[in-house]
């Protein structure tokens, strides 16, 4: 039974990948669509639940009255099949209907509709660009898209349970205290009236503050996670206290936010209860005094007071679901601001897959500037034939990294095109690109799995016997079975931490090298691929890389000489332009960036002069 209910919302049920609405309601409905005929179960079963509440109070009244007019002898007799049906309401009824709403709030809405909005604004914020994740925190976009499942969901369940309670309560008290006496009813209806200008004047502020506090929360997660991510620069630079400040004025900032909240619900709940109380004072003095004028009777007191005192523990429970529902909504609205943002970086309708067939790459007067006016890239125009080996050389902030960025299509370009085989990059899938480029990073980070998964990375159907020949050729084999974790994994099966933390830089680039190898790309990027390892494990891995380089067209960010002597060809680039090409002897003979440059290097690395990190500034 509770996997049949489990099964009602499928949270990875088939749904394309779309920004989601900007707008508060449509965000709802969204994703409330999805899900629409458990809501209307849950609410036919919130009736009946709401529903039979109230006719509990009718029992008493009818209890008391019974008692009152009936001899002990007589009373089962007379109204048996009465206290048989009460029986069965409240005996099997309340408890059936009050089962199937869990069902349905727990098994079915709880999991089911929270993990899929997840899912959903997950997939949609995955594919962002990475200019989205390089201007958030990783923590504070995650606790976003977790937080604002579950504030929506709750603040819908919510409105629906609250939605019977509160219409049959009313209603019901107004018809059976109009049965008792009109008179009876005039407090209820002036109480409802100051009921509603109290939530009235508060909820709106309650949910700006909710929202505040929703922002405050993820900023303090955000740079909470920021310090734990970069531990190592905190310990390496001693800094644990500037750490504690940074995180201390979020913090303070969260709790001077906090402290407004509570002085609102505080406001509240006291303006509720001062409200409550003179109700129940004028209900239980009129009600006394109506039957000592014989206008009710004994049952319609009971009737009255125990329907009043539910009504005010009601309003109470009401004030904080509605309290609830709008900083539910409250949080909704903040993790919108993050979530429904539109893709920048967007494949045409249709676009076909990347088909390469040769390799040729050609950046046809490529302009890019990251939304600045000028630098980075000011019209790049390079032919890369076939299988051809080039090294990007220049000082940094020439625009190299970059180059490679938009080949990636890691961001549009602001003009021109980037060509492979004759495809415009900016036509084809974006997935079909990057399966088509291999690349090894300077900075090479790994994912907190296996080293199984880490390397399958590149291939995830990749047999076992492929994976190991990949890390043999990379020479990873080799420290890879003597891994181990704190849960007790070994070798393959040992997770190496965030970002490859357990792992050496050497270790971490051998196994960005297997993953690279395995992933057997028709087109390779490396961006100083060895510049981790030192000089004994490069000379034995190189053998490796010119494996890894046969037959494929290879871009090279190189400034070590390991990786320039093996180029075809270099390219040399300083402020966002190409501005010397050649072999490494031609460029030396000709004296001019690449030879002044040469003749700065020591131990294989070129060195930048003053001038240069000032023009790498100014480019970025």
Avoid: C
């Amino acid at each position: 039974m509770f996997a049949f209910f489990e099964r009602l919302i499928d949270p990875f049920r088939s749904h394309p990948v779309v920004q989601p609405p900007s707008d508060l309601r449509a965000f709802y409905w969204h994703h409330v669509r999805q899900m629409w005929p458990v809501l209307v179960a849950l609410l036919v079963v919130g009736f009946f639940v709401a529903l039979i509440e109230v006719q509990l109070f009718r029992y008493i009244s009818e209890l008391v009255d019974l008692l009152a007019s009936t001899t002990p002898e007589r009373v089962f007799a007379d109204h048996g099949w009465t206290f048989v049906f009460m029986a069965l309401v409240v005996g099997v009824g309340r408890p059936l209907a009050t089962f199937l709403h869990d069902l349905l709030v727990h098994q079915a809405i709880a999991p089911g509709f929270t993990n899929l909005i997840r899912w959903q604004n997950h997939r949609h914020v995955l594919r962002q660009s990475i200019s989205f994740f390089n201007n958030d925190f990783a923590g504070r976009v995650a606790t976003k898209v977790v937080q604002t499942g579950p504030s929506l969901r709750e603040s819908i369940v919510t409105v629906a349970d609250a939605l019977w309670f509160v219409s049959l309560y009313v209603v019901s008290a107004l018809v059976l205290f109009f049965q008792a006496d009109w008179r009876l009813a005039a407090p209820i209806v002036i109480w409802i009236g100051i009921y509603l200008v109290i939530l009235r004047s508060f909820i709106p502020r309650l949910a700006k503050a909710a929202e505040v506090m929703s922002e405050a929360r993820s900023t303090l997660t955000g740079r909470i996670v920021d310090s734990y991510t970069n531990m190592q620069t905190v310990k390496l630079f001693a800094h644990a206290e500037r750490e504690d400040d940074y995180a201390r004025d979020a913090l303070t900032d969260h709790t001077k936010k906090f402290q407004h909240q509570q002085r609102l619900i505080t406001s509240m709940t006291t303006s509720i209860s001062v409200t409550n109380s003179m109700l129940l004072l004028i209900i239980g003095s009129l009600a006394v005094y109506l039957w000592s004028l014989g206008a009710i009777s004994v049952g319609a007191i009971a009737l009255v007071g125990g329907l009043a005192i539910r009504i005010v523990n009601m309003s109470g429970w009401i004030m904080w679901e509605v309290t609830g529902i709008f900083e539910n909504i409250g949080t909704v609205q903040d993790g919108i601001t993050t979530i429904a943002q539109p893709h920048t970086v967007l494949d045409r309708p249709a676009a076909p897959a990347l088909a390469v067939t040769g390799g040729e790459v050609r950046f046809d007067d490529v302009h890019f500037h990251y939304g600045k006016r000028k630098g980075v890239l000011d019209g790049v125009s390079l032919t890369i034939r076939p299988g051809e080996k080039i090294g990007l050389v220049g000082p940094s902030g020439a625009g190299k990294s970059t180059l490679v960025n938009v080949f990636l299509r890691l961001y549009d370009l602001e003009g021109g095109r980037i060509l492979i085989d004759g495809q415009n990059i900016a036509d084809v899938r974006q997935d079909s690109l990057r399966a088509a480029i291999g690349m090894v990073t300077q900075d090479t980070s790994l994912l907190h799995r296996s080293i199984r998964d880490n390397i399958k990375y590149g291939r995830p159907d990749a047999s076992d016997e492929d994976m190991i020949a990949a890390a043999k050729a990379a020479h990873a084999h080799d420290f890879i079975p003597d891994l181990s974790d704190n849960h007790g994994r070994r070798g393959y099966e040992a997770h190496v931490g965030e970002r490859g933390v357990k792992l050496s830089g050497g270790q971490r680039q051998r196994i960005a090298i297997a993953r690279v190898l395995l992933k057997n790309a028709p087109i390779l990027v490396l961006d100083e691929a060895t510049s981790a390892l030192d000089s004994d494990v490069e000379a034995a891995i190189q053998d490796s890389l010119d494996t890894l380089m046969e037959g494929k067209t290879v871009i090279a960010i190189a400034h070590r000489l390991s990786t320039i002597a093996r180029m075809d060809r270099l390219v040399v680039m300083d402020r966002g332009r190409i501005v010397e090409m050649g072999s490494h002897q031609e460029l030396v003979e000709k004296g001019g960036l690449y030879a002044g440059l040469w003749t700065r290097q020591t131990g294989g690395f070129l060195h930048l002069d003053d001038g240069a990190a000032e023009r790498e500034q100014a480019a970025e």
